[in-house]
């Protein structure tokens, strides 16, 4: 039986930080977090203080909860990029399995770089996974130079040796139909200049940049002078532009103004495909 409670659900990886995992916990009034986290030789020195910060996450994420909370640790080797998007994707598919709704935050701000890459990947493998960063405002260094420079004061950084390079595995995914996010782009541009954003409007606008690709969708002038629109334009243009921009949370319809206008995720697609700045 289905409770109708939604579930909130924050996944993150534990190494040297606090407060990057705990604070967007709180933010998100976590229900259920997922903590993953490695230790090769518990009984080491470098053991025991992997331990000690997991633990201190577990119990500031306990003191901050504002409701009944449930944490679960992942021991995984975090080094080891495959280990890690196996894992993620292991604990979204497993949240996804269960009746209850829920909605699953996936922090890439915290743990090492093969964890952040893993979690951003899987994340946009599987519809509805939310991921999010976290950005530093104080740092809680305040020695720069005697923690990062060396004894004959120049700058080194926290690692000084490192193993070989280790290329990652490949995985498709591809990049937006260039054609669909010109148009997406042409849209926003009429509605900022408050033109009319009317199926044959946008669809001449389409014919004049040139990303108008239906077979023997040759640009025909009616009498006036004006690009003729046909029936069949108008349902390329929804089945090959409206629908994909739909279906990417890219728009949505305003019901009062009778438009599409962009979301946020919309705008961001644009500041990142295709960007020729001005």
């Given amino acids: ?3 109708g409670r939604r ?22 009034d976590a229900t259920k977090v997922h903590l993953i986290h490695y230790i090769k030789d518990p009984q080491s020195e470098n053991g ?4 000690e910060f997991c633990e201190r996450v577990c119990e500031l994420i ?28 292991s604990i979204i598919e497993e949240e996804n399995k269960k009746d209850e709704p829920s909605d699953i935050f996936v922090n890439i701000s915290a743990g090492t770089s093969e964890y952040a890459a893993a979690a951003a990947i899987a994340s946009m493998m599987m519809p509805g996974t939310i991921p999010f960063s976290v950005s ?7 020695d720069v130079r005697g923690t990062f420079y ?16 280790k290329c ?13 996010i010109l148009g997406l782009r042409a849209l926003d541009e009429m509605n900022k200049k408050k033109l009319s954003t009317k199926g044959p409007e946008v669809i001449r606008v389409l014919k004049d940049l040139d990303i108008w690709r239906r077979e023997g969708g040759e640009v025909v002038f009616d009498n006036k002078g004006k690009v003729k629109i046909t029936r069949s334009d108008s349902v390329y243009y929804f089945r090959d ?4 921009w739909i279906s990417n949370g890219w728009v949505y319809r305003d019901e009062f103004k009778k438009r599409y206008f962009l979301t946020d995720e919309g705008k961001i697609v644009l500041d990142t495909f295709y960007y020729s700045p001005k």
């Fill in 62 to 89: 306990s003191e901050n909860a504002t409701v009944p909370i449930d944490i679960i640790r992942h021991m995984e080797n975090v080094n080891d990029f495959t280990i890690m998007l196996r894992t993620v994707l």
């Fill in 48 to 51: 025991k203080i992997y331990m």
């Fill in 7 to 28: 579930e909130r659900i924050v996944i993150s990886c534990v190494t040297f930080e606090t407060v990057k995992i705990t604070d967007p916990v709180k933010f998100y």
């Fill in 1 to 3: 039986m289905v409770s």
């Fill in 150 to 165: 060396d004894l004959n004061d120049k700058p080194v950084g926290l690692t000084e040796s490192v193993r070989d390079p």
């Fill in 241 to 244: 532009f409206v629908e994909k």
């Fill in 136 to 142: 530093t405002v104080e740092y809680k260094v305040k």
């Fill in 168 to 180: 990652l595995p490949k995985y498709s995914m591809p990049i937006p139909d260039r054609n669909v």
